[in-house]
C-alpha cells in the first residue's frame, strides 16, 4: 500500500502473495461434496468465496463498515442474492435486458439467507454489515438456494466479522418410496412431496421452511433429523475452515455495561410486573410499557432522586470506559491483520461526553434495550412458573376465533377471519389463463405460469401506523409466499378446475401471526368462490421460551408481542392431521428435535381448534361459484383440428366469439381449446359451436337461433356455426308441408334446427320440424332411411336443384342428386333444358345407372314406357 496523495490511496497485490492464500477445500454437502475456492476471487471483500455443486457455481460476498452504525439495539445486516439469467444461458424475456432490481424469488431465497445468520451475529454488533450472493453458473440439476446459504456463512466465516458459530443450509426431499434424501437433484425434487430448506448450526437448527402435500408431524421430525445431520457435517469443516484462514474476528461492543444493566432493572422490574399481570390489549399494553420506561428515565436523571441519578452517572461513565478499551483493541487487531491504517492518537481519543445532554442520551438508548430485556425476563417467569401469558391465556390457549364469508357483494367469493387482535380480509378471483401469473426467472422458462398465487397486503394502518404505500415489501413477499404454499396442496388440478385462482389477504388488524390469518381466511375465501379445495386447512403460530437450564415453555397461538420478546417463531399450516406448510425462525442458538417435535404436536392440536371455529363461520361458504364468475372449460383437441377452428385469417374463431359473446383461445402447443363465457348459457352456445367445426357432433343434436343463409325451392340452408351450413330440406321445414319456401323464409331468418344426418361427403341434413315436434312435447320419430337407391327405381316429383347447359340435376334422395342429361329429357330432341324446365319444378325419373356414387337418372325412358298406353 503507497500514499500517493493527500486524498488518494492505491492497493497493490503481489501475485505470487496472492497465489499462496488462495485455497481449495472439499466439505460434505449432504450425500455429497462441495468445492469451496478462496483467495482467487474478490480479495478486497472482508470475506470472499465461490462455491461449486456440479456445475452450479455461487459467489459471496461479506463485507461491513468501520464505524458503528447503530445504537446495538439490532444488528444492521442487509443480504442479497441474485440469479444471473446468463448462468443457465439465457437472457430475460423482458424489455429490460440487464439483471438489476430482484425478482420475487430472489427476495424470497434473500429472506432465506438472512434469517439463519441473523442469530448468529453477537449482542452488541452495530457496524453496517452487507452479504452479497449471486450465482454464476447453473447446471438445471443442483439448488442454488441452499448452496447460497452456506456460500453466505462461509464469506463470514472466513472475514473478520463476528460469527458466533458456522451455519450451513441444506434441502431435503421425500423420495416416492418414503424415504428422504438431502441436497436432492431437480428431478428427484419433481416427485417430492417434500420441499424442505432449512439451516443451522453443527449443534442445533436454526430456520426451517417449505411445503409439503399433507406430511405427518412424525415424517417431518423424520425428515429435519436428516438434514440436521447433513448441517453438522458441514458446518465442522467450515469450523475447520475458520481456524485454517480465517481472520481474527472484530470485537462487539455490548450496548449497556452490566452495571448500567443492574441499576436500570432494578428501577423497571416491578413496574413491568404489573404491566403485564393487569392482562391488557395490545394498544394499551404498549402504552403502558412506553410510559414505565418514560418513569425509569426520568427518575435515574434524578429528578426524584438526586443520589441515583449519580449512581446512573457512575454507571454510564463505567460503560463507556469499557467501549473506549473495546474499541482501542479493535483498531490493534485491524492492524495486526493490514486491513487498514489508524494512529495511535485516533485509538486513544476519549469517547465519553460527560456533560448532562450526553447521560441524557446514553441513558435514553440504554433504558429501551434494558426495558425489552426485562419484559423478556417478565414473561418467561410468569410463563415457566404460574402458566401465564400477558393476555392471560393458558401456555396452549387459542385466542377467540370469529370468521365469516360472502363479505364483500361484487367479487368471486370473501371472508374475514378475526383471531384475537388479527384480522384478515381475503378476496378470491377467478379468472382464465392469461390471468396466471407469468414469472421470469434463471431456472424457469420465459411463458411460465402460476395458475394458484396468493398476495398479502400489510398496510401500515393494521397496526395503527403512517408509514410507506407502494411496492411490495420483503416481508410482504415472504408472508404471502408461505401463505400460498400452505394453501396449494388443497388447490384442484386444472383438468378437474380450469380456472386460475387469485387470493388477495389484506390485513386489516395486526398481532402476531396475520400469515397463518391468511391460510385460515384464504381458504374460506376459495371455498366461498366454489372452488373445489381438497380439504379446509388452517395455520398457526407457535413460541418458544428457553431457560439457562435446558428447559423450555411452548406458547401456542403467539401474539406480536410474544413473538418479539420469545425465542422462536414456528409457522405451521394443514389439516387436522397434517401439514401443507411450515416456516421457524429461531432468535437464539437454535433448538433439538426434541423441541420441534413437542411444537408439531401442539401446533396440531391448536389447529384442530381453529378448523372447528372456522366450521362455525357464519354466514358460512357459498361453496357455489358467483354468478359474476366468468364459465370456464377447457378441454383436448386434435391437433390437424386447430387449423379448421382457427380459420383462414382466424375469421372462424372470431366469428365464434362474436356471436357468442365468449372468448374462446386455442392453445396450439399443448392442442387445447379454453372458453371463458360470461354465464351458462353462453358457454352452451360457443361449445355448441365449437364441437360443430371440430366435427364433435351426433345426430339428434339441436341448435338454437341458426341464420339461414340462402333459399333454395327444395329448402333452406342455414348456418349453425362459423363456416359450418346445412340443408333444412322443404319437407323438413314445417309440421305442415310448405309449398314455396321462399313465400315463408328468407336469409336472415333464425331458425332451431336438429341434426338428422351426417353423409359421408360430411353435408348436414337437418330438420325444423323435429324441433317444434319436441318442443311441444311430442316424441319425434324421424322418417324412416329411405331404402338404398336401385337401377329401374322410379322417383315420381323429384325437386330440380340445378340446370346446366347439358341436362338438370334432380334430388333423388334427401341430399343426394342425379343427372338428368339433355339427351333423356324427352323422346324428342330438347336443345336445351331450359326450354323445358327451371329450378325447383319437380319432375318424374327412372334410375338407369349408378356406377362410382354418380346416379344417372331418365325421364325419357319413362315417356317411352307410357307411350302405348298413351295410343
Known amino acids: 500500500m503507497y500514499d500517493v496523495g493527500p486524498e488518494v490511496v492505491l492497493l497493490f497485490f503481489e501475485p505470487d502473495k496472492a497465489e499462496e492464500t488462495q485455497k481449495e477445500v472439499k466439505i460434505p454437502f449432504g450425500s455429497r461434496q462441495i468445492t469451496l475456492q478462496h483467495g482467487e476471487i474478490g480479495r478486497q471483500a472482508n470475506g470472499a468465496v465461490t462455491l461449486q455443486d456440479g456445475d452450479t457455481v455461487i459467489y459471496s460476498t461479506a463485507c461491513c463498515g468501520e464505524e458503528a452504525?447503530?445504537?446495538?439495539?439490532?444488528t444492521p445486516l442487509t443480504v442479497n442474492y441474485n440469479e444471473r439469467f446468463s448462468a443457465a444461458g439465457r437472457t430475460s424475456g423482458g424489455f429490460l435486458k440487464r439483471d438489476a432490481r430482484q425478482r420475487d424469488n430472489e427476495v424470497l431465497v434473500s429472506r432465506l439467507v438472512d434469517r439463519p445468520l441473523r442469530p448468529m451475529f453477537p449482542q452488541g454488533w452495530a457496524n453496517d454489515t452487507q452479504v452479497l450472493t449471486w450465482v454464476m453458473s447453473y447446471d438445471g440439476a443442483h439448488s442454488p438456494e441452499p448452496l447460497a446459504i452456506t456460500a453466505a456463512s462461509?464469506?463470514?466465516?472466513?472475514?473478520?466479522?463476528?460469527?458466533?458459530?458456522?451455519?450451513?443450509?441444506?434441502?431435503?426431499?421425500?423420495l416416492p418410496t418414503g424415504g428422504f434424501v438431502v441436497n436432492p437433484t431437480q428431478d428427484q425434487l419433481a416427485t417430492s412431496r417434500l420441499d424442505l430448506i432449512m439451516a443451522g448450526t453443527s449443534e442445533a437448527v436454526l430456520m426451517i421452511?417449505?411445503?409439503?402435500?399433507?406430511?405427518?408431524?412424525?415424517?417431518?421430525?423424520?425428515?429435519?433429523?436428516?438434514?440436521?445431520?447433513?448441517?453438522?457435517?458441514?458446518?465442522?469443516?467450515?469450523?475447520?475452515l475458520q481456524v485454517q484462514i480465517g481472520k481474527a474476528k472484530r470485537q462487539a461492543i455490548p450496548p449497556v455495561g452490566k452495571e448500567l444493566q443492574?441499576?436500570?432493572?432494578?428501577?423497571?422490574?416491578?413496574?413491568?410486573?404489573?404491566?403485564?399481570?393487569a392482562s391488557e390489549a395490545k394498544l394499551k399494553m404498549s402504552g403502558q410499557l412506553y410510559e414505565v420506561k418514560q418513569q425509569t428515565l426520568k427518575k435515574l436523571q434524578g429528578q426524584d432522586d438526586p443520589a441515583l441519578q449519580e449512581q446512573a452517572r457512575q454507571a454510564f461513565r463505567s460503560q463507556e470506559q469499557t467501549a473506549k478499551k473495546l474499541r482501542a483493541k479493535h483498531r490493534q487487531d485491524l492492524l495486526a491483520n493490514e486491513t487498514v491504517q489508524t494512529s495511535e492518537e485516533e485509538a486513544t481519543l476519549p469517547l465519553l461526553d460527560e456533560s448532562d445532554d450526553g447521560l441524557a442520551e446514553g441513558l435514553s438508548d440504554a433504558v429501551g434495550l434494558v426495558m425489552k430485556a426485562v419484559v423478556s425476563d417478565v414473561l418467561r417467569h410468569n410463563a415457566r412458573e404460574d402458566g401465564r401469558r400477558p393476555d392471560g391465556r393458558s401456555l396452549d390457549g387459542v385466542r377467540r376465533i370469529t370468521s365469516r364469508a360472502s363479505v364483500l357483494p361484487c367479487t368471486h367469493g370473501s371472508s374475514l377471519f378475526t383471531r384475537g387482535e388479527t384480522q384478515a380480509l381475503s378476496v378470491a378471483t377467478l379468472g382464465p389463463s392469461t390471468s396466471a401469473q407469468r414469472e421470469d426467472g434463471m431456472q424457469l422458462d420465459s411463458d411460465a405460469a402460476k395458475r394458484f398465487y396468493l398476495q398479502y397486503f400489510f398496510p401500515p394502518s393494521c397496526v395503527g401506523e403512517t408509514g410507506r404505500v407502494g411496492g411490495v415489501s420483503r416481508r410482504e413477499l415472504g408472508h404471502g409466499s408461505l401463505a400460498e404454499r400452505g394453501l396449494a396442496p388443497t388447490i384442484p388440478s386444472e383438468e378437474d378446475f380450469p380456472y386460475t385462482i387469485r387470493v388477495e389477504s389484506t390485513i386489516t388488524e395486526s398481532n402476531g401471526s396475520s400469515s397463518m390469518a391468511s391460510v385460515c381466511a384464504g381458504s374460506l375465501a376459495l371455498q366461498d368462490a366454489g372452488v373445489p379445495v381438497s380439504r379446509p386447512v388452517a395455520g398457526v403460530a407457535m413460541g418458544l421460551l428457553l431457560f439457562p437450564d435446558g428447559q423450555h415453555r411452548i406458547l401456542t397461538d403467539i401474539t406480536g408481542f410474544e413473538d418479539g420478546h420469545g425465542d422462536m417463531d414456528f409457522k405451521t399450516a394443514g389439516d387436522g392431521e397434517s401439514i401443507t406448510a411450515f416456516q421457524m425462525d429461531i432468535k437464539v442458538e437454535g433448538i433439538t428435535l426434541d423441541i420441534l417435535a413437542d411444537a408439531l404436536d401442539k401446533a396440531q392440536a391448536a389447529r384442530q381448534q381453529v378448523l372447528a371455529a372456522m366450521a362455525d363461520c357464519s354466514p358460512p361458504p357459498a361453496r357455489v361459484m358467483s354468478a359474476r364468475a366468468p364459465r370456464i372449460e377447457k378441454f383436448d383437441i386434435p391437433a390437424d383440428k386447430i387449423g379448421a377452428l382457427v380459420g383462414p385469417g382466424g375469421k372462424v374463431i372470431k366469428a365464434i366469439q362474436q356471436s357468442c359473446g365468449c372468448v374462446v383461445q386455442v392453445d396450439s402447443i399443448n392442442p387445447a381449446v379454453e372458453i371463458v363465457a360470461g354465464s351458462a348459457e353462453q358457454m352452451e352456445l360457443a361449445k355448441s359451436q365449437v364441437n360443430i367445426v371440430l366435427g364433435n357432433i351426433q345426430p339428434g343434436a339441436i341448435f338454437r337461433g341458426c341464420r339461414v343463409t340462402r333459399l333454395e325451392r327444395f329448402g333452406v340452408f342455414v348456418e349453425i356455426a362459423p363456416g359450418k351450413e346445412g340443408l333444412v330440406?322443404?319437407?323438413?321445414?314445417?309440421?305442415?308441408?310448405?309449398?314455396n319456401v321462399p313465400d315463408k323464409y328468407a336469409e336472415g331468418d333464425l331458425l332451431d334446427v336438429m341434426l338428422l344426418e351426417i353423409q359421408d361427403t360430411g353435408k348436414l341434413s337437418l330438420s325444423r320440424k323435429a324441433v317444434l315436434q319436441q318442443d311441444a312435447g311430442e316424441d319425434y320419430v324421424p322418417a324412416p332411411e329411405p331404402s338404398p337407391l336401385e337401377v329401374g327405381e322410379i322417383i315420381k316429383g323429384a325437386p330440380i336443384a340445378s340446370i346446366k347447359d347439358f341436362g338438370c340435376f334432380v334430388e333423388v334422395r334427401p341430399g343426394k342428386q342425379g343427372l338428368l342429361h339433355l339427351s333423356q329429357l324427352a323422346l324428342e330432341f330438347v336443345k336445351s333444358p331450359y326450354d323445358l324446365f327451371q329450378e325447383g319444378d319437380t319432375v318424374d325419373v327412372k334410375v338407369i345407372e349408378i356406377k362410382n356414387n354418380r346416379i344417372s337418372l331418365s325421364r325419357k325412358a319413362l315417356l317411352m314406357d307410357a307411350e302405348p298406353v298413351a295410343r
Open 154 to 174: 462461509a464469506a463470514l466465516v472466513i472475514s473478520d466479522i463476528p460469527l458466533t458459530k458456522a451455519v450451513a443450509g441444506v434441502r431435503v426431499a421425500m
Open 69 to 74: 452504525a447503530t445504537d446495538g439495539s439490532y
Open 209 to 240: 421452511e417449505g411445503f409439503a402435500d399433507f406430511l405427518t408431524n412424525a415424517e417431518m421430525v423424520e425428515a429435519i433429523g436428516a438434514g440436521s445431520k447433513a448441517i453438522a457435517d458441514t458446518c465442522r469443516a467450515l469450523e475447520s
Open 262 to 277: 443492574s441499576l436500570i432493572e432494578s428501577v423497571a422490574r416491578p413496574e413491568v410486573e404489573a404491566v403485564l399481570a
Open 729 to 739: 330440406h322443404q319437407s323438413e321445414l314445417d309440421l305442415k308441408s310448405v309449398r
